[in-house]
């Protein structure tokens, strides 16, 4: 299929539904990127707080697809594709780090790791 | 001191004949110093080099006399060199200068002015005057040292003939100095060594209190010199004595008005003067200082050192006799001070003291000659005095020495009468007809010279009774020390200072501790040929008043110096320059009877109250009189409580507002500098809690913080957007 095709396919779509704007991607973007935080400020589970900044680098990688394609700019979309890879080698390190300290404490608790207080 | 205020238009009348005798005295030039032998600069170096050799003693640790004999010997050639220079300058009149090297060379930024000092000495009569004295006395005080300080052979021996010889060389610059920079440090010098030797035993708190007492009194004094060297350095652009004299002397054959500023110095001088010779208001130290060692009380605190207000007052006459009222204030301060350390004395029971009360009062003569215009009589007082009451204090120290220091006379009578104790008490005979002033004594000539001239002088026939007063009650005091202590029933109580302890413990091993059992040793041969020689010369030093042709040896030695004044109110021996006669003769003719039967008088009472009739050490007459006078005789026990006055006036005073200035540094000062401190740990204290470790709080900073950006963020633009 053609680009021209899809154009097409989503259009008659849009009609059918609603059509999908900008806003709709945003909506989603912030969406994920509450859940993000959330999930980041309330568990307590290392892999799971990990897993809660993936959610958040994701939707902010919705809102510059978003942007990229409302404004016909491919920067956004080349910027999203660096972000994955480096997101792909940073979750390596950092699952990583988190067998590393269960290792160390046999617990995945981040509040066994409070030591540095003031 | 009304007196005073009524005749100033006198002394100012006194002032401007003062300076037309002056001119026609032949003040006018002056002759600037010849340049001396070179041998003559070897007099101050002696003394030094025994310094040095007794330093190198106790670094050493000799525990022999080596440090004694070697300041005897360097002494010793210090006075020979002295006596020669004598020969050198006096039979000529002589000023010469002889130079060590140049000391100071600072220049000023203006043209020709800058500040050089040279380390020269001056030689005039004024300064061989003194120099004979103080290099001939510290001679044989350092012998009668040799044997007095026998017990501390070792460290201490050396330490205290370290600092005696360290004293003359101060002393010798402070005579000898050509310009006011040296004398300033002799006179510092001085100042220092009399510190060390009061506190020589540094165990004793008494000595110790006195040694600090002394030392602060003295800077008082010490300040008003300072300032008076720099005003004359701003005044004269010099310092050396031969320029500051000529540029007077120019200054009085000008006949213009005298500069105020020059008028200020006098007063500034006499301070230190004051301070330095133990005269009121800053006498207080000297009675104290008697704490020393007695060689360091004959040679310091009779007879040398504070005689240096004397001499600065002697050499810096040229500046005095600008002033009327500052010789006139000279003169009351001398006065009053002679009559108030006389009652004083009179009541003190510690003999040392006694001697210490008598020489404040002596120096009191000395002032009052120096105001009344009689420098010569002042300087020959000065020259009597130093042997007589050395010998006096060498008897009171052989005293002590031989009763484990025993001072208090109640505890001690008929010493002459004690075997191997003539010498003693002859010599102390000696002393005391001189300090009394009996007859034909020298004492008696160099103090008649001075009352005679104060009766002569206009305005000062107040001051002239208080001295003959002070004559009488001198001669009382001086023999109620003699009639006590050395004849009369033979009892003694031993002292309880283990002085000499060593001693009789080797003599009678058993009986060492036991009081019942002290035997008094008598002096040795140092102290008894040192006492004899002095005896002599003390009697032989009258003889000096008949020599000359200025009012005796000591007046032409004056007469050759600047310290020469020619009073025109002098009374020669037999023509009188139409000077008031007193009863009817010339006053010092008159003044010969006159204070021959005070001094009598005086000693008659001695010999009532305290000789005729006694039958132990302890009671006499006196007792009665004693109670019956009551309060006035217990004050003046108590020293007229000066002591106390000072201490409610300035000391307790200073102590309070020391300590409140102590509470303010303490809360204020303290409190700004340690709130610098708490301010930042105190803020710290409060923010700590919120790092605590739990990295989940953290990052809710952090999207909390970022919440509160996008909120100002938002509301920014939606204001922006509604204006």
Redesign the interface.
Known sequence: MTTLELTTLAQSGAEALAPITLYHYLFVSAVMFAIG?IG??SR?NMIIMFLCTEIMFQAAGLALIAFSRLHFNHSGDVFVIIVLTVAAAEAALALGLVVYLFRRKGSLD??Q?????? | MLDLLQNLPTLTTLAAEGADAAQSAGMTSYEFPGVGKDWMGLIPLMPLISCVLCGLFWFLGVKSKLPAFTTVLFLGVSFVLTVAAYFQIHPEGLVQRVMWFNWLALDTASEGGGLYIDFAFYFDSLTILWMLFVSGLATLIALYASEYMADDKGPGYCRFFFAFSLFVFAMSCLVMGDNLVLLFLGWEGVGLCSYLLIGYYFKKPSAVEAAKKAFIMNRIGDLGLLIGIMMTWTQFGSLEYSEIFSQIADLNASGEEIPWAITIIPYLFMIGAFGKSAQLPLYTWLPDAMEGPTPVSALIHAATMVTAGVYLIARMYPFFVLNPTALAIVAWIGGLTALLAATIGMAQFDIKRIMAYSTVSQLGYMFLGLGVLTSAGGAFHVFTHAFFKATLFLCCGAVMHGFAGQLDLRKLSGVMKMKGWGIVGIAMLVGCINLAGLPFTAGFFSKDMIIAEAFVTPGFGLLGWIALLTAGLTAYYTFRVFFRVFIGPVEYEPGDDHHGAEESQDHHEEEAHDHGHFHPHAPGWAINAVLAILAVASILVAGVYFMGDHGGWAGSMVHDSTAYYESPYAAHDGEAHGSPALFGLDPHKAMYYISGVVALVGILFAWFLHLAGRKTAATSRADALKVKLGPIARAAENKWYVDEIYNAIIRVPLLVASHIFALIDKLIVDGLVDGAGWLPRGVAKGL?????????NY??GM?GGLALLLIIVWAMSMTGGSG
Do not use: D, K, M, Y
């Open positions: 935080v980041f400020l307590r981040a509040l790791w409070a030591q540095l207080s003031g | 700590r809690p919120s790092q605590n470790g739990i990295f989940q990052a809710t999207a």
